[in-house]
């Protein structure tokens, strides 16, 4: 079975430029999260939606970064701009539809902004 | 608030000798906990998961974990460790409504 598949898998642009990061989640899972992962913050959960529709976006760090999910097997995670501070791993991940089932992460986007 | 605490953030342990990672949890309700490995360049993937019933569950790779209500504790462990278990490992509470809340993790050293 194929995971929640992230590209891409690493990104490298200048401050001030627009960044989009991608997400395929599992079929059939109703639940997409987008998390940030850095050695001072650790895991953050940033934005998550259930059936397409955002549910909870008060992890999103400033306006600058916006969150989309048009359909239920695609979703974005956009900076602009982009600063230094943006740097880090950011996750997706899917799960069923119950507190009791697990969410799956993808392999991640590594984000650096020079 | 829900939160998680990992007070060790790393350990190492000799290969072949046994490891407890600990997991303390603050939720006013029947937690949902689970546990998460991460190794370098790679997602998170669930260990193991605990909802109700036995207090001792086992997961994938040989780990078990066992649910202490009394302590807000759900402790990793794993009776003999292998050079290919070094990563990180995070505990996490279901908050409700999918959230999960996790902990810092602790990063597993595994020496030979």
């Known amino acids: 079975d194929a995971g929640v598949i992230q590209s891409p898998r690493h990104e490298v642009t200048e401050m001030g430029q627009e960044v989009t990061l991608r997400c395929k989640p599992i079929s059939g899972h109703d639940y997409l999260f987008w998390y940030r992962q850095t050695m001072m913050r650790g895991l953050e959960l940033l934005i998550y939606f259930n059936n397409n529709v955002p549910i909870d976006d008060s992890g999103m760090p400033e306006d600058r970064f916006s969150a989309k999910m048009p359909n239920a097997s695609f979703s974005t995670l956009k900076i602009q701009p982009s600063e230094p501070r943006d740097s880090a791993v950011y996750f997706c991940a899917s799960s069923l539809n119950s507190d009791n089932q697990p969410q799956h992460f993808g392999d991640g986007t590594r984000l650096s902004i020079l | 608030a829900q939160s998680v605490t990992q007070p060790d953030i790393h350990i190492t342990v000799s290969e072949g000798a046994s490891l407890e990672l600990r997991c303390n949890y603050s939720y006013g309700a029947t937690p949902y906990l689970f546990w998460y490995v991460q190794s370098p360049g790679q997602g998170l993937q669930l260990l193991l998961k605990y909802f109700s019933g036995d207090t001792l569950v086992q997961g994938i790779k040989g780990f078990e974990a066992e649910f202490k209500r009394s302590q807000s504790s759900f402790n990793l462990r794993k009776p003999s460790v292998h050079w290919s278990d070094a990563a990180e490992y995070f505990c996490?509470?279901?908050?409700?409504?999918?959230?999960?809340?996790f902990g810092t993790g602790t990063r597993l050293l595994v020496s030979p």
């Open positions: 996490a509470v279901s908050t409700g409504f999918q959230k999960l809340v």
